[in-house]
Each structure stands twice: as structure tokens, then as C-alpha cells.
């Protein structure tokens, strides 16, 4: 379970205090994948960014009885020197996970062969996108938090990323953010929409791609 406990987060723009979040109080249930809509520049990512520990509100607070995934896929916090052997055992140290079944994992799922064991900073896009998923699935959380899913690789590889991700989704939750309303019918039971700072929950995802058409 998530709880968003009075949250608010705003920024000044311009010298216009714009809110991304006002006072918001909801709960995100447990083993539920929940599709997070609203129109661009809305705050989706900050919010899902608050919600992973990565920015901090302004006041209120997250509250999580489970583990909760930084954005899937995301390789922004790798060190550039590190090797990505190396990227994954540090992870793996944070999250209290055994180092070498994290990189064993990690090597057979990326497929990145010898350049496991070079600098970060040396992959390629998807190289680095690779590693990220790979890390992001050795890592079992509660919730997974899905910033646009984005094909990784090959055919081959997209279809084990799917895959597994489906699978750590039977015995977990997800907050997903999409602009494709097929993405979201196919993972998601509800839905919420961000507008204007406000959150509005629903129980079906339909009513929730419902409201946010109406909104644009």
C-alpha cells in the first residue's frame, strides 16, 4: 500500500507559483497496477518522482508498507566510472540484496556479454537501458513505478521485458504512466488523474481515461 499523505509540491515559474500537487490525500492499494493520467506538464513524473524518494515535497509525506521501485528503466543514477558489474553490486548493497545474485541476473538478462564489465559511461542508449531494466527486475519490489514503457533492444529482448514484467506484476503493484490508452487497458485494473494538483481516484481505468479525455 501507498499513502500520500497531504502532499504538495509546487514550483515558481516565472514568478507564478504552479502547483503539481495541492494537499493530496489518497491511497494506492496494494497489488494493483493503477494508471496515473493527465495532460503535459501536469507533474506525472514529479509525482512518481516523489513517490520513489527522488524529490522531496513540499510538505505531507509518502507513506509505504512495501518496497517502492525508483522509474523503471531509469539509468540516471549510474556512476559513469563504475563498471556496470560494479553499478549493480553498489545497488545491490543499498537494497540489502546478495551482490552476486543480483549481477548474475542482471548479466544473463541484459545479454551485454564482456560489456558488463566495462565503464558505464562507454554503453551506448541501449546498452545503458539495458542494464537499467535489468536492474530494475533483479530487485523485488512492491510497487513499480512505469514512466512511459519504452521498447528496449530487439524483438527478442522486448519480449522478455514484457514478460518479466508481467510476471513481477502478479505479486505486485504498479503506477504507470502512459499517453497510450492500449498501454493502460492492458496493465492497469484503475486509474487516477492529476489536474491542476488535484488526484482523482478511480476504480476502473476506464473511467479514468474517461475523465482525462474530457479534460483535454
Not at 500520500?4 to 516565472?14: A, D, I, V, Y
Not at 553498489?90 to 552476486?100: M, W
Not at 521485458?161 to 487497458?185: F, K, M, Y
Request: aromatic share 8%; charged share 20%; net charge positive.
Amino acid at each position: 500500500m501507498i499513502r500520500l499523505e497531504r502532499l504538495t509540491k509546487s514550483f515558481n515559474l516565472l514568478g507564478e507559483r504552479r502547483y503539481v500537487a495541492r494537499d493530496i490525500t489518497a491511497t494506492f492499494p496494494d497489488r494493483t497496477s493503477v494508471g496515473l493520467l493527465g495532460r503535459n506538464g501536469a507533474g506525472k513524473s514529479t509525482l512518481l518522482r516523489m513517490l520513489g524518494g527522488q524529490m522531496r515535497p513540499d510538505s505531507g509525506r509518502v507513506v509505504s508498507t512495501g518496497r517502492i521501485s525508483w522509474q523503471i528503466g531509469f539509468a540516471g543514477s549510474f556512476h559513469g566510472d563504475l563498471s556496470g558489474a560494479q553499478n549493480v553490486r553498489f545497488i545491490a548493497r543499498a537494497y540489502g540484496i546478495d551482490t552476486d545474485d543480483l549481477c548474475a541476473f542482471v548479466k544473463d538478462f541484459s545479454g551485454l556479454g564482456p560489456s558488463f564489465h566495462v565503464p558505464f559511461r562507454t554503453y551506448s542508449s541501449g546498452m545503458r537501458a539495458r542494464l537499467a531494466f535489468g536492474v530494475s527486475m533483479g530487485i523485488p519490489f512492491s510497487y513499480y513505478l512505469i514512466d512511459e514503457v519504452t521498447a528496449v533492444g530487439d524483438a527478442s529482448f522486448q519480449k522478455k521485458c514484457t514478460e518479466i514484467l508481467n510476471a513481477r506484476l502478479a505479486n505486485a503493484g504498479a503506477i504507470v504512466v502512459s499517453h497510450n490508452d492500449g498501454t493502460l487497458r492492458n496493465m492497469c485494473q484503475s486509474g487516477a488523474v492529476l489536474e491542476d494538483g488535484v488526484l482523482t481516484w478511480h476504480d476502473a481505468i476506464e473511467d479514468a481515461i474517461a475523465h482525462h479525455n474530457s479534460n483535454m
